[in-house]
Nanobody
Framework: VQLQASGGGLVQAGGSLRLSCVLP???????????MSWYRQAPGKQRNLVAS???????NYADDVKGRFTISRDNSKKTVYLYMNSLKPEDTAVYYC?????????WGQGTLVTVSS
């Protein structure tokens, strides 16, 4: 089972993108029970956490995206969003969404974000 991520693309430095990730209906546990996260992996580098949000909407951000990225969730749509502003070339990566709660973890297929200088 994979989460359904979308919204990546090519953008110039300073631009914005919104990523979305939907929990599929085949995952029957209640959505608010999952901590939802976005990770990214640049070529030749490890996958790192970008941002996370709990069911109670407590958020956490990597230092290099604080003030530029915002994570949010719509529990009625089983969707998590990542709003990315003031994008930099170093934000170029494949972005993966993740849903996790005790004993369960699911990943999306990844969506490519390319920021040109």
């Amino acid at each position: 089972v994979q989460l359904q991520a979308s919204g990546g693309g090519l953008v110039q430095a300073g631009g914005s993108l919104r990523l979305s990730c939907v929990l599929p209906r085949t995952i029957t546990s209640v959505f608010w029970g999952y901590t939802m996260s976005w990770y990214r992996q640049a070529p030749g580098k490890q996958r790192n956490l970008v941002a996370s949000i709990t069911g109670n909407r407590n958020t956490n951000y990597a230092d290099d995206v604080k003030g530029r990225f915002t994570i949010s969730r719509d529990n009625s749509k089983k969707t998590v969003y990542l709003y990315m502003n003031s994008l930099k070339p170093e934000d170029t990566a494949v972005y993966y969404c993740n849903a996790a709660q005790s004993g369960e973890a699911y990943w999306g297929q990844g969506t490519l974000v390319t920021v040109s200088s």
